[in-house]
């Protein structure tokens, strides 16, 4: 039988407790897990969720469409995985990747319950950033968060990002209209590449 070779960039980094790479298709029941695991607890963070979240069937057709974007460099979802690669920690993801003269991305993430604390993503954004950066030749990297997330924006302060400013109703979360502090990150060692 003949194979065929995918176009879908191939990235996996590792960290000291961590694999970091992109989701492929194969990852379907690994992220229903996931959400489905965390759903309560995620809930007061992320827009509302339909029940295909929590089903491997769901991933199956996101996954699809998630392979085009890496495919077209829109956007590249990572999955944070034990170093085993049997349980996902949490995702972390770059999205409405634009270039030209603007080379700027969106970045969200979110953290497993039982993971919290223990600096597990802050390990993995800082390889994925810098993966962002120099090999997709990110300029700017732009990450908001609720005023009351206090551990989002903390981490977001460690890792660089810089407050640019406040958004009134920015984005639906949880059925709501939230509010959100707004920061990015530059890299000031950019240059034009590919």
């Known amino acids: 039988m003949f194979g065929y070779r995918s176009a879908s960039p191939k990235v996996r980094l590792v960290t000291t407790r961590l694999v970091v790479r992109l989701v492929h298709e194969r990852d379907a029941y690994r992220l229903a897990e996931y959400y ?4 309560a607890y995620l809930k007061p963070w992320e827009p509302v969720r339909d ?9 199956q057709a ?3 469409l998630i ?14 995985l034990d170093p085993e ?7 972390a993801n770059f999205s409405n990747v634009l270039r030209g003269s603007f080379h700027a991305c969106f970045l969200g993430y979110s953290l497993g319950e039982k993971w919290q604390g223990q600096g597990l993503m802050y390990e993995a954004l800082q390889s994925a950033i810098r993966y962002m950066q120099r090999h997709q030749q990110m300029h700017r990297i732009m990450a908001n968060y609720m005023p009351h997330n206090q551990r989002s924006g903390n981490l ?11 958004a009134k109703d920015y984005l639906l979360i949880d059925g709501q209209w939230r509010d959100h502090i707004l920061t990015a990150l530059t890299y000031t060692d950019w240059k034009p590449g590919r």
């Open 36 to 39: 489905a695991g965390n759903q």
């Open 85 to 91: 690669e049997n349980e996902v920690y949490g995702v």
């Open 156 to 166: 977001l302060t460690r890792l660089g990002f810089e407050r640019e400013g406040y």
């Open 67 to 80: 392979t085009e974007m890496h495919r077209q460099g829109t956007a590249y979802y990572f999955i944070l």
């Open 51 to 59: 029940e295909s979240h929590c089903f491997p069937s769901g991933w």
């Open 62 to 64: 996101r996954l699809g």
